[in-house]
């Protein structure tokens, strides 16, 4: 029998998940991958083969109340009609936040939930639905080992001024620093730059994350030494819905004069801001661009963002002290060549031109002449899950053994 393993990330009402052979000593091999949608409402399930075609589909009606739970529990027994061969070994999650206590994937017990659940108020619309998967796995496949993957643990790794706000030390000694997210996907560019050109691998790297979260990492020999997100996952580049970086005094506006609540404040700026705010029109890149050319909120949504992104990749080629390479990555930054293009024009001064014919094929290498490289690189995050998990448990065996 293969020992396989799911991957679940799983938002407010929906669950995504791949699965993977473990085959023994050699790279976690994706055999399915799929998706919940409408969780609580009109859910629907699809699932395709590793190469992208579809395998099974069902939709369920609204009334039929189909939340998490029956999610999972559905995959569950989807996979045992479908595993031929194979044995479900472990469920690996990505959990946005870590915190200070988790530097790595952790084998999950009651201990680590309320570990996790403390973290709650550090990115309170993500953790928690991020940790009812866990709960759910805990309670209805006791005995199931399960292993927690942070977005955070990848900037463990940079140093404590980089990590700081200048706030009074009792916050500090709270927990409120910068943690930096999407590290897994970091990860994962890390672990193929030297596939790409060994240069990097070794070099000074900024990875543009540019998806409806969006982030930018600088990488020294591999390693995260900055990234623009904090303390949330709010900081640093405007993103689909979320602002961005915006100055505190702001938040104290909309509570003081604008009379919102706290929650009301928190609501504008995760869910109302970004490409969809300054657009009015959508967070979806693909519809800005589609309107850019006669709207012109859409047009300076779009001129925000590459504005922005020049700007912080200024502030991390400072903190790298030089730049070797830039990567794209993630929704916009693996597909819209027109954003590509604009962020390299507003990086001249470093030495990047654009090779506008391999930009517009999609790369891998999209830059000419001798200054830095610049490339596409496509993220897979659950790949990173499921190294980590398979990592975890071997850790664990490893310690029993000995
Ligand atoms: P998430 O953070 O939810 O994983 P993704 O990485 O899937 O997000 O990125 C979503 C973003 O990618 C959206 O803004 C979407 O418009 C953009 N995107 C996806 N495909 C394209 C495309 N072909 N051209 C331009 N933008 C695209």
Redesign the pocket.
């Known amino acids: 029998m293969i020992p396989v393993l799911i991957v679940l990330n799983a938002g407010s009402s929906s669950v995504k998940f791949q699965v993977f052979d473990m085959p023994d000593g050699a790279e976690p091999r994706l055999v399915w991958k799929g998706l919940y949608e409408g969780l609580g409402g009109a859910a629907h399930f699809v699932v395709k083969h590793a190469g992208g075609a579809n395998l099974d589909e069902i939709s369920w009606a609204s009334g039929e109340d189909f939340g998490h739970e029956e999610a999972l529990m559905h995959l569950v027994s989807w996979l045992r009609q479908h595993q031929e061969g194979r044995r479900l070994a472990a469920i690996g999650h990505r959990v946005v936040h870590g915190g200070e206590a988790f530097s790595a994937p952790v084998l999950v017990d009651d201990g680590v939930i309320q570990t996790l659940d403390a973290l709650v108020p550090l990115a309170p619309l993500h953790q928690p639905h991020n940790l009812e998967p866990i709960r759910i796995v805990r309670r209805r496949l006791p005995g199931m080992p399960q292993v927690a993957c942070f977005d955070t643990a990848f900037h463990q790794t940079q140093s404590g001024i980089a990590r700081m706000f200048a706030l009074p030390r009792e916050m500090r000694e709270r927990g409120v620093k910068r943690y930096g997210f999407h590290g897994l996907s970091y990860d994962y560019i890390s672990s193929v730059l030297k596939d790409y050109d060994p240069r990097l691998a070794e070099g000074r790297v900024v990875v543009a994350h540019?998806?409806?979260?969006a982030s930018l990492c600088a990488l020294d020999k591999g390693v995260s030494i900055a990234t623009t997100m904090g303390f949330s996952a709010l900081d640093g580049l405007p993103m689909?819905t979320r602002c961005g970086a915006v100055d505190a005094g702001v938040v104290f506006y909309m509570l003081r004069e604008m009379k919102l609540s706290p929650e009301e404040a928190e609501r504008v700026l995760y869910t109302k801001s970004g490409?969809l705010g300054v657009s009015g029109l959508s967070?979806?890149?693909?519809?800005l661009?589609a309107n850019a050319a006669t709207d012109t909120d859409a047009r300076r949504a779009i001129d925000l963002f590459v504005y922005r992104i020049t700007r912080e990749i200024g502030s991390l080629v400072a903190a790298l002290g030089g730049l070797d390479g830039l990567v794209f990555t993630?929704?916009?930054g693996?597909?819209?060549a027109a954003?590509r293009a604009e962020v390299i024009a507003g990086l001249a001064w470093a030495g990047l031109t654009l090779d506008e014919a391999a930009n517009r094929a999609g790369g891998p290498r999209i830059s000419a002449g001798p200054g830095p490289a610049a490339w596409v690189v496509p993220t897979n995050e659950e790949l990173v899950i499921a190294r980590q998990t398979r990592g975890a448990l071997g850790a664990v065996q490893a310690k029993l053994a000995s």
């Open positions: 540019l998806g409806n979260g689909g490409l967070n979806d890149m693909r519809v661009r993630a929704g916009i693996e597909n819209d954003t």
